[in-house]
């Protein structure tokens, strides 16, 4: 690699300056002593260096703070927006490929899946479209094919978020945002975006709750079998809840599954008014029943 004009301009002068330096000692002229003469060489030297940097500072770019610390390029890089019409092309037997999807007004290059969504696939009726609702109600029909969330309460909007983030975000290329339901003709989040948002929000404010719920009420075990029926019983670590007492399993009414589910009881809080006994089951038992046997 070649040197800079710069840099070749240093190395010339201290080239110079050494040449000069040699012939003064043969010439013999020692007139000024040698510290002297070195000492002044040296601070000539010194200042060409310093102007040499000087320049170079200013006139040859370098890496500063800011460069180092620059948005990265998703955060910097326009989104393409999509329309239903173009959507629509990219459609399992569309003219164009490859096969696109939609699901919560985000368009996924699926056509590493053309298996599951090309014209012979399992899933191809959500190819060419957004069909958001589908994905939580299995109606695949036309109708239910569609971008609408309304109606869907926080577990089911945490769930659509579950597909988005583990099988689409991970498996397939993000290629825009669709204009429809989600995102405006700008790619700003409408209305039902922002409800969907919402409803994420409660998702996690109840799986919060659920958690501190069952430090107090552990999930019970269970089993079933044709011969034994089905059975419910608690242990130190039923509901995958690591404690130190055992607990006495009791029909528990919920506020965060909105339904009764078996709770492990400490016996301190056996007398709560959200507790209730099985049938047939004796008050101190570690296990009750909840089925017959199969005959």
Known sequence: MGLSGR???LVGTILVGVAVLFQYY????????????????????EGVSQWWIG??????????ASHKSKPSISKGKTVRLITKEELQQHGPEGPSSPIWLSIL????????????????????????????????????????????????????????QSWVDGTYEMDYIFVGKLIGGFYDNNGEPTEMNLEFQHQLKLAKELDDLQKAEEKVFPPCNSRWSQTDGGWVSCSTKSGGIERDWI????????????????????EKDLENPKLQLYPGCKPKARECRTSPPSK
């Open 7 to 9: 840099m070749q301009f």
């Open 26 to 45: 043969q010439k013999g002229d020692f007139d000024s002593p040698i510290s002297e003469t070195k000492e002044n060489f040296l601070k000539f030297i």
């Open 55 to 64: 320049t170079s500072s200013l006139s040859e770019p370098r890496e500063s």
């Open 105 to 160: 007004g985000r368009v996924y290059n699926v056509d590493s899946g053309k298996q599951h969504y090309g014209k012979n696939g399992g899933y191809n009726f959500f190819a060419g479209r957004d069909g958001t609702r589908a994905f939580i109600t299995g109606d695949f029909t036309d109708e239910g094919l569609k971008e609408d969330i309304y109606g869907l309460g926080p577990k089911e909007c945490a769930d659509l």
């Open 247 to 266: 607990g006495f399993p009791r029909r528990f009414h919920s506020p965060t599954s909105k339904g009764l589910r078996c709770a492990c009881v400490n």
